[in-house]
């Protein structure tokens, strides 16, 4: 099917042509292809070309496209039911396999998106300790909830303002906007606000400004300053979670957030995400306590079966498979830029990796805006025209999942080295 003919057809009922604003290419320029189908590490389009495939949906085809088993679960699951409105028992089940990985999760509350379980956690938090104001961080994302969607004003720390027409002033005026590894500037923040602050919440690693890792200390920072204020500490794992073999940034790092959010992963692909925490805060949930949420599709059958089976093949040995995978796309990758002179670098957090056209590794959102993201709409479209999906974005995660054999990998690589020496050559 023509690529120009049916863009030009979803534009018609669908807004942009797309259904989440990152899909339109806007970025990277040209008309976004529309895919039909995925199989292990590859996505075929309506053209049929073949792509090497790097955006894994956005993070949950850790096994791959149309992995079998997740097939079969999700098909017996839907044979029962799609849908009951009522409590079945892979929800438990999913719930227990979660628990059984993060220390800090004693109970949880599935949702049906990452902005859901951000959401969640921000109104348990507020409602856990009668405060109002959060303290977000610039370029960390957290889904599009109104007093999440808060832009950075021009100070170094300021309340927020509305990150997007449809947010008031009230929504943002509570969140409090700091920069990213600055311990510091959250630190002033408690000084002067402290009796106020309900929450912190982090991406522990950042994965919406590209892949950004927290400074040494920072975290460790953010779990005693809450704990002195009476603060509640979200980390936001819905990129992180369940892509190391230790489950999630918390485990490596000895933190224990009062709260997590997680996604992506456990639903294995389908839509489904998840606030979890300490007994006291969530038993703050309706119908337990005051704080209500609900969510009809909520600990679906069909997404539950997804997550079982997903993480059920999550051993030990599958993420050495993945660990490899990802160091050899990572060191592949810079020595590709580095033979054409072309300065990038490259982070990584297991199967995850992060890319700038920088020489140095940026920190916040301050220094990512200062690599040379220009470059990459030219890596996206060379590396796309040679059979590599790579997200339409300069600010996203490349992920890595099980199917990305080392031939996969070499071939990517290869391609790289030819788009980076082109890059290059256009500079001279």
Same mark, same amino acid.
């Given at each position: 099917m023509n690529t120009e003919e049916l863009y030009e057809r979803a534009c018609r009922s669908l807004v942009g042509g797309v259904d989440s604003p990152v899909r339109a290419w806007k970025f990277v320029g040209g008309i976004p292809v529309f895919m039909d189908i995925g199989n292990g590490a590859y996505l075929r389009d309506t053209e049929e070309r073949v792509y090497r495939d790097y955006v894994g949906s956005w993070g949950p085809m850790i096994l791959g496209h149309s992995d079998p088993d997740v097939v079969r679960a999700i098909s017996e699951a839907a044979s029962r039911s799609s849908s009951f409105g009522a409590p079945c028992v892979a929800e438990v089940e999913l719930a227990e396999l979660i628990k059984g990985k993060f220390s800090s999760i004693e109970r949880l509350r599935f949702v049906n998106s990452g902005t859901e379980a951000a959401m969640t956690a921000i109104r348990l938090a507020r409602g856990f300790t009668g405060r109002d104001k959060i303290i977000k961080f610039a370029g960390n994302y957290h889904g599009h909830s109104d007093s999440l969607l808060a832009a950075a004003g021009s100070g170094a720390l300021t309340f927020g303002?509305?990150?997007?027409?449809?947010?008031?002033?009230?929504?943002?005026?509570?969140t409090?906007?700091?920069?990213?590894?600055?311990?510091?500037?959250?630190?002033?923040?408690?000084?002067?606000?402290?009796?106020?602050? &309900? @929450? +912190?919440?982090?991406?522990?690693?950042?994965?919406?400004?590209?892949?950004?890792?927290? %400074?040494?200390? #920072?975290?460790? !920072?953010?779990?005693?300053?809450?704990?002195?204020?009476?603060?509640?500490?979200?980390?936001?794992?819905?990129?992180?979670?369940?892509?190391?073999?230790?489950?999630?940034?918390?485990?490596?790092?000895?933190?224990?957030?009062?709260?997590?959010?997680?996604?992506k992963i456990i639903g294995g692909g389908l839509p489904v995400g998840a606030v979890g925490g300490r007994a006291d805060i969530m038993d703050m949930l309706s119908p337990v306590g005051p704080v209500y949420q609900a969510g009809t599709l909520a600990g679906n059958p069909v997404a539950m079966a997804a997550g079982i089976t997903t993480l059920g093949k999550l051993s030990q040995t599958a993420y050495q498979k993945l660990e490899y995978s990802a160091a050899r796309l990572g060191a592949g990758?810079?020595? &590709? @830029? +580095?033979?054409?002179?072309?300065?990038?670098?490259?982070?990584?957090?297991?199967?995850? %990796?992060?890319? #700038?056209?920088? !020489?140095?590794?940026?920190?916040?959102?301050?220094s990512v805006q200062a690599t040379r993201a220009d470059l990459y709409p030219r890596f996206f479209h060379g590396m796309l025209a040679r059979g590599d999906y790579f997200a339409p974005s300069a600010f996203e995660v490349i992920f890595v999942s099980l199917a990305h054999t080392g031939d996969v990998i070499d071939a990517t690589v290869a391609n790289a080295r030819e788009v980076f020496a082109e890059i290059a050559s256009s500079l001279k």
């Open positions: 303002t509305p990150g997007s027409p449809g947010v008031t002033a009230a929504a943002a005026a509570d409090i906007v700091v920069p990213y590894n600055s311990a510091e500037s959250v630190e002033s923040v408690f000084n002067s606000y402290g009796a106020g602050i &309900a @929450a +912190v919440i982090v991406e522990p690693w950042a994965g919406n400004m590209g892949l950004v890792p927290p %400074l040494p200390g #920072f975290l460790e !920072s953010l779990r005693k300053l809450t704990k002195d204020f009476g603060a509640v500490l979200i980390f936001d794992e819905i990129i992180t979670g369940f892509r190391v073999p230790e489950f999630g940034v918390q485990n490596i790092v000895n933190i224990r957030p009062d709260l997590t959010c997680l996604g990758l810079k020595q &590709a @830029a +580095v033979s054409a002179g072309l300065d990038i670098s490259v982070s990584r957090f297991g199967s995850a %990796l992060g890319l #700038f056209f920088s !020489s140095r590794l940026p920190l916040n959102l301050e």
